[in-house]
């Protein structure tokens, strides 16, 4: 008889794996028996922790151009971001593949993920996410307060929780994770500047919103066909031959709420140079490389969104360097 996915498999003795091993890079280099945890919060896949700590750093970003912080405030609260970013996404990871580990198990690209291939019992899985959100309290309650420390913990502990039940009963999942994947803008410029721009957040948000339901549409495409055999519903599916209109769409309104949030903040004209005109060519240039029928260049467009992040925060950064150099000046002549 086969094993249940939801059994556990003895795991090997603790020994660390040698670079000559087919491990991926970082797993490698832990103690084989914390190698299916590590897995499990996706430690050798990166790529969703940097769209999940993009949002941070424009948000931080922005607010730190809005109030001129001093630019050593700024990298100790870019860390504190990377931080929450990571804790963030792995505690997602956790609780999705707790609740898909049924449905991962009848998808090929899912199949032998830890909580799939029953080498993680759900006993196991469920103490792993507890501690995960006890750390990321903690971390949240010592770094945020006031309303920033709500957005944290909301996005920390309903929104991903509900994100894969939603697969289940409607093809917009992506539209929930959408704001799930984002509040961290809200966070970082809440607890940065006190306030809360109900205009500037409200079209940042629409914007960073386009852009995870441009990205995960693409990620979504992989998988289309075992999903429709085991009951997962996306917007992959529900738009189908009509997916590049729906992506043309998010990316337009992705780069116009930009622009809209780079005018609201009243940025220079090296945002609208390096950020948004930049934005918008590498999203010209995802549309012509991608093809969606092709699993492998869906995941690849996938994560150069990644590094489309790099883009925006680099216009972002150019223009708050500049603008403490110029406050700076001004200093210096009074």
Excluded at 112 to 135: D, E, H, M
Excluded at 205 to 234: E, F, H, N, P
Excluded at 310 to 330: A, H, N, T
């Amino acid at each position: 008889m086969g094993r249940s996915p939801d059994s556990e498999t003895p795991l090997l003795p603790c020994k660390t794996y040698s670079k000559g091993t087919d491990v991926k890079f970082p797993l490698w280099l832990f103690p084989q028996c914390t190698r299916p945890y590590l897995e499990l919060i996706r430690l050798d896949k990166p790529t969703g922790t940097k769209l999940m700590f993009w949002p941070f750093a424009w948000g931080l970003t922005l607010a730190a151009y809005r109030v001129n912080l001093p630019i050593e405030l700024y990298w100790g609260n870019i860390l504190k971001a990377l931080f929450g970013a990571f804790i963030l996404r792995s505690s997602a990871c956790t609780i999705n593949d707790i609740f898909d580990r049924k449905m991962d198990a009848g998808v090929e690209r899912t199949k032998n993920r830890p909580l799939a291939s029953g080498r993680i019992s759900v006993l196991s899985a469920w103490v792993y996410l507890l501690v995960q959100y006890a750390v990321g309290i903690a971390f949240f309650h010592s770094t945020t307060s006031g309303l920033a420390l709500q957005v944290a913990l909301f996005q920390l502990l309903p929104l991903f929780a509900i994100y894969p039940l939603l697969k289940r009963v409607t093809h917009w999942p992506q539209a929930w994770l959408g704001f799930a994947m984002n509040f961290g803008l809200v966070t970082a410029w809440v607890s940065t500047t006190g306030t809360f721009d109900l205009h500037l957040l409200l079209a940042c948000m629409t914007g960073c919103w386009c852009w995870t339901m441009l990205y995960d549409t693409i990620y979504a495409c992989q998988d289309i066909k075992d999903d429709i055999k085991v009951g997962v519903r996306s917007t992959a599916i529900l738009f189908g031959s009509w997916i590049r209109y729906l992506l043309t769409i998010c990316a337009v309104v992705f780069v116009a709420t930009l622009a809209l949030a780079g005018y609201i903040n009243k940025q220079g004209p090296l945002f609208f140079i390096l950020s948004v005109g930049g934005t918008a060519v590498h999203l010209i240039w995802q549309f012509f490389t991608v093809d969606l029928d092709d699993p492998a260049s869906c995941w690849n467009n996938f994560k150069q969104n990644g590094y489309l992040g790099w883009i925006v925060w680099g216009g972002l950064m150019v223009d708050y360097l500049f603008e403490l150099r110029v406050f700076s000046l001004k200093f210096l002549v009074i």
